[in-house]
């Protein structure tokens, strides 16, 4: 466990008696669990902003299982290695994919608002051998720092990795605004799919770019006529 993850472990209070009671919610909560996808993924079909980024079944199914994986994890509270590579792998690809923080954080909360809801109203029908309002409202809590914890976790690496690509895009232009201290107008920032540069900040490599070909075009230009004059 790595020490960033263990920290984060603690500020949210998942300690050993909170992640006992995970593992009660769980065990009530698991047979519901596929309702509660079908439901949540319903939702991400009906969602203009949402549904464009699940646009085939196979996407969706492939997003349904690795969920499911992920949730089991985190509702059994098993933080190791397997939990840190699924929330890494969930924030990075939603950078990727410039999934909105709005619409992941309204998904993420209706998911958890029934997933609470699931799991109040099926110990309250007395599906589960653990009794007392007590301890529901321990497994409440315990599932609330749960989800907390894990949408802090996967925005953390979202933001991350934004910032890893700002840089990058930084560390190209500066090399173009060096070349072109030194006069050379030859230079030109590689494309995303010819380099690491990200593809977000493609418009501006674009801009500056076509700035370098009008000014090398206004030069040439110039030494033509100045050449003419002299002639």
Known sequence: MTGILEDGIN???????????LKQAWKILQPALDGILDKFYKAVR??????GFFDTEERITRARNAQKAHWALLLTGQYGEDYAAST??????HARINLPLEVYMSAYSSASSDILATLIKRHSRGLTAISGAGALAEMVSAVNRAFAFDIQRVTTITFAVWNEELEIA????????????????????PSPEESDYPQRYDNLRLTLNGAFDKLGGTLSRTQSLLQELMG
């Open 46 to 51: 009906s969602d203009p902003q949402a549904s």
């Open 170 to 189: 930084l560390r190209h232009l500066d090399e173009s605004v060096d070349q072109l201290s030194i006069g050379d107008l030859r230079h030109r920032i």
């Open 88 to 93: 890494e792998r969930i924030g990075r690809t």
């Open 11 to 21: 500020r949210f209070g998942l300690d050993a008696a909170t992640v006992s009671r």
